[in-house]
């Protein structure tokens, strides 16, 4: 019997996507639930698993096609047999029985294991990423680029450009060498890079600084660390801080929390934080849902949850849409200031910087604190820049004093 591969539902107003990379070619044995292809649209990476065993018979779309909802591009016969595969040599079918413990299954994820058992490696060699050492796909994929990397060495010089996955890299090239090399930018790429344009044409965009002494939170964080992590099994972070003090922040001045439609102000009575973060496909913002009602550790299980679907690819539209607020940290790269741009439709954005420690007046003394900058840009369409100033206001009171967190105040 032959199966239709198709394309799977794409995320609400996702109309087309590209097909990425094919995981098996015609002809191949394929598992059930085993990862046939990815498909990328501007949002999230769809993995498109066999429906059932059988022999993958026809390709009908090519890596990077253009493709719709629904629309076939490959057909699965049931019915077909496997050829039979040649007689291995003892260091492969070793290789191969060591890949199939039955204690490495459950530690290595799907798209892994097929990489691995395609290309006979052993997961023992391999660095686990992943959460609790879980074996991801990015994992075996550093693993082979290391691999190819020491079998044909090249001398690495201070002339060299690092390489990059997003940008068009000079890899082993010499500057003096003038190399070009042109890519296509990534649909997530571009979406970024059209929603980053639109925001700035469609928004009157402005942002306030302030600065915030970190000592209390540092000192509360270094006192508690040990205990935190033993009651909740997770580790006292500083976003969980920010979250909740934006939180409260947004209950006091419930227009940063709003939106702008046609012309009308959304105003939402709840708080659905983003927070920005770097993937290996590039910018991606999961949404904290409701984190007005989280804990602290609620929110750094949810943060470090979040983190590990956006490394693995493995994030979904329901994780990455809506949002009401959003938080950027430039400070994990080093940042010291900047001016962050806002994710439409929301109407601003809180942006984390270094913490350096620098001199500070406090009582006629000079003494040295550890000192953040905070920068707030919002849509002065609907936020007056005192309400601007007073929510950041709000945030480093409460950041500065943690116990107001506490009472409420």
């Known amino acids: 019997m032959k199966i239709e591969i198709r394309v799977p539902k794409l995320p609400e107003s996702v109309t087309d996507a590209v097909l990425l990379k094919w995981h098996k070619k015609e002809g191949d044995t394929i598992k059930r639930n085993e990862s046939l292809v990815d498909i990328e649209t501007d949002k999230v990476v769809l993995e498109v698993p066999a429906p059932d065993d059988g022999v993958l018979q026809q390709i009908k779309a090519q890596e990077g096609a253009d493709v719709c909802e629904d629309e076939l591009i490959a057909l699965l016969d049931t019915q077909l047999t496997a050829q039979p595969e040649p007689i291995k040599t003892a260091p492969e079918a070793e290789t191969i029985q060591e890949a199939k413990k039955t204690s490495l299954p459950s530690r290595i994820s799907p798209a892994a ?8 490696l052993d997961p023992e060699k391999i660095e686990a990423t ?83 002494n970190m000592q209390r939170i540092m000192s509360l964080r270094q006192e508690y660390k040990e205990p935190f992590e033993k009651e909740h099994g997770i580790k006292l972070g500083f976003m969980s801080f920010f979250v ?9 001045y419930p227009v940063i929390n709003a939106s702008v439609d046609a012309q009308e102000i959304i105003y939402h009575n709840y708080s659905d934080i983003g927070i920005a973060v770097s993937s290996p496909r590039g910018l991606v913002v999961p949404v904290l849902r409701n ?93 007056d820049g005192r309400d601007a100033v007073q929510f950041l206001v709000s945030v480093k009171a409460s950041l500065e004093d943690p116990t107001r967190l506490l009472l409420e105040v």
């Not at 294991?113 to 006979?120: T, V």
Request: with cysteine; aromatic share 4%.
């Open 113 to 120: 294991m097929s990489l691995i058992e395609k290309n006979r």
């Open 130 to 212: 992943g959460n609790r050492g879980h074996i991801i796909k990015e994992d075996v994929l550093n693993y082979l680029k290391k691999q190819k990397t020491e079998a044909t060495p090249v001398p690495q010089t201070a002339e060299e450009k690092s390489p990059s996955t997003e940008e068009a890299s000079l890899t082993n090239q010499k500057f003096s060498e003038r190399a070009e090399k042109r890519v296509p930018m990534t649909r997530l790429r571009a979406r970024i890079a059209e929603r980053l344009v639109e925001a700035q044409q469609n928004a009157a965009m402005l942002t306030t600084f302030n600065e915030v």
């Open 244 to 252: 909740k003090a934006c939180t409260a922040a947004l209950k006091q």
């Open 291 to 383: 984190a007005e009602t989280m804990s602290l550790a609620e929110i750094e299980k949810n943060i470090n949850g979040l983190a590990i679907k956006s490394r693995e690819g493995a994030l979904t539209m329901d994780d990455l849409s809506g949002g009401t607020f959003t938080i950027t940290n430039g400070g994990v790269f080093g940042s010291l200031m900047s001016t962050p741009i806002i994710n439409p439709p929301q109407s601003a954005i809180l942006g984390m910087h270094k913490i350096q420690e620098r001199p500070m007046a406090e009582n006629g003394e000079v003494v040295i604190r550890p000192m953040m900058y905070l920068a707030l840009s919002y849509d002065h369409r609907i936020i």
